[in-house]
Structure formats: structure tokens, C-alpha cells
């Protein structure tokens, strides 16, 4: 039997994409004329967490696919969001 | 249903959807991915300034759109998964997955305006150190994308061919599940290359 993922499910996950997506774009806009800010960074990295977990969970369905599956490609996620925070962290003045 | 089925039924899949070979395949691309993700993040730490101000001449709304367009292209895949799996209907599925294939290859074309932006000022490989990641990065993508279209074309053939059931999907899946991964990978990139600063 394949995992399924509702179609509700599906669509629901695509309209936060699409919502998580302009937000991410909306800080590009604004943070081009402003200086570093911690809290800028962490609002786009942790909508870029949640984009790439719907993603995974759901397009991908791996929400009813045991931990171990869900666990690896989820922890790619955080692996390359905590070097990109850790760079970020160096760079700063 | 007896209560036998039904705990099955709630139990989770030991394996992901499609071949397990795909799965190996994914990872492996993903790895690649995170290797040049974390060289771009430290090399960008080396010298914030040259990336921030390079970063001002990328056109930031076609990256934008090019997110949107992928994540629209999984949704239409995921949704023509879920019309196989869900009601063995492969005349939806392969609407689905023309959907798709229209978001990939308008990400294709979006992504091709913005080549020709950045080559047609003279900008190459050797120009800086941004410019050196970010045409590598985003072309080893493109990349992924256009193998990615070739897959999704090839299901769509299938699935009007009406070759899918919900119990015989394994190919029909496993490109789906690359077709995500494309997705999933450009997910960070946006950010990491257009937003962050």
C-alpha cells in the first residue's frame, strides 16, 4: 500500500508555500536598505524550514513513512540551515 | 475492516514512496547540494561586502517567481500522484503533471532571461568570487530541472498511456520524488542567494 497524502492536505500545504514565499520575498524588498538584523535572518530562515518540511512531509510523503526516512532528509534541512546560520554568524562585524 | 486492517492501516510505511534506488539517488544529489550550500555561506562570511552588493544586481523578482513556479510544478506532481494512488485515475494524473511541466519549463525560461541578463553584461565564471558561485550553483540546478522535465514528460506519456494503478505506481512515484528534491533544493537557494544579506 503507497503512503497518501489527502488531497485537502495538498492544497493546503501549497497555500502556505505560496504565502511563505512572499513573505520571503518581502524581507529580500525590505532588508535591501536596512543593516543586519539577527531577528530578519531568523524569520526567513525558519520560513524557509517550514517551506522545505511541507515539502518533505507532504509533496514528498514522507509523513506517514517512518521516522528514520522523514528524520534524514529533515535533517539535511537543519544540517545546511544551521552552516548557512553558522557562516552568517562569522560574518558578522 | 476487520481491527487487524485497521491498525495496519495506521502504522507507519516502513519504506518511502516509489524505489528505494531513487531515495539513495535524492540523498546523494542532496549532499552534493549542501557541500556547495555551505562553501557559498563561508565563502560569502569571507567577504560580506562583495556578496551583499553583488547580490543588488541579481533581479531578486525573477527569483521570486521561479520559487513560485516550482513549488506550483510539485503541487500539480504531488496532486497527480495522489490521482493515481487515491482513485487510479490516470487521465487526471497526466493533467497534472502537463501542469508540471508547464511550471518547470517556465522556471526554465525565467531562469534563461536571467542568464542572458548576467552574460549579455560581459559577467562570467572568473568575474568574482559571487558571481563564480552563483552561476555554478544556479546552472548545476538548471541542470537538475531540465533531467527533472525529461522525467516528468516521460510519466506524463505514461499516465496517458494509462500504464498507473494505486497498487503499481513505483515509477510514477520515484519521479515525483526527484521532481521534489529540485524543488526542495531551490527552496534554500532563494534565500541563501537573493534574500540574505
Request: net charge neutral.
Amino acid at each position: 500500500m503507497n503512503p497518501i497524502i489527502p488531497a485537502r492536505k495538498l492544497d493546503l500545504a501549497y497555500a502556505v508555500l505560496v504565502v511563505a514565499t512572499v513573505a520571503t520575498w518581502l524581507i529580500g524588498e525590505w532588508w535591501e536598505g536596512h543593516d543586519v538584523l539577527l531577528v530578519v535572518m531568523a524569520g526567513m530562515l525558519t520560513l524557509t524550514f517550514i517551506k522545505c518540511r511541507l515539502v518533505i512531509l507532504d509533496f514528498m510523503a514522507l509523513r506517514p513513512v517512518k521516522f528514520f526516512w522523514r528524520g534524514i532528509v529533515i535533517g539535511w534541512v537543519v544540517l545546511v540551515l544551521g552552516l548557512i546560520s553558522l557562516a552568517y554568524l562569522i560574518s558578522l562585524p | 475492516m476487520t481491527p487487524t486492517t485497521a491498525i495496519a492501516a495506521d502504522e507507519p510505511h516502513v519504506a518511502p514512496p516509489g524505489d528505494l534506488a531513487i531515495w539513495f539517488f535524492i540523498l546523494a544529489e542532496l549532499l552534493a547540494f549542501a557541500v556547495f550550500f555551505a562553501a557559498y555561506a563561508f565563502a560569502r562570511a569571507k567577504n560580506p561586502g562583495l556578496f551583499d552588493e553583488m547580490q543588488l544586481t541579481l533581479n531578486r523578482d525573477a527569483g521570486a517567481v521561479n520559487t513560485l513556479l516550482l513549488i506550483t510544478a510539485s503541487w500539480c506532481v504531488a496532486r497527480g500522484v495522489h490521482a493515481v494512488v487515491e482513485h487510479g485515475d490516470n487521465a487526471l494524473a497526466s493533467r497534472w503533471l502537463l501542469g508540471g511541466i508547464a511550471g518547470g519549463a517556465g522556471f526554465l525560461v525565467v531562469k534563461l532571461f536571467e542568464y542572458a541578463h548576467v552574460f549579455g553584461a560581459g559577467i562570467t565564471l572568473s568575474t568574482n568570487t559571487f558571481y563564480m558561485f552563483y552561476i555554478s550553483l544556479t546552472f548545476f540546478h538548471f541542470m537538475h530541472v531540465i533531467l527533472g522535465m525529461v522525467i516528468l514528460t516521460v510519466l506524463w506519456a505514461q499516465t496517458r498511456k494509462g500504464l498507473y494503478t494505486p497498487t503499481s505506481a513505483n515509477g510514477l512515484e520515484s519521479g515525483a520524488a526527484y521532481w521534489h528534491m529540485v524543488d526542495l533544493v531551490w527552496i534554500v537557494l532563494f534565500p541563501l542567494v537573493y534574500v540574505m544579506r
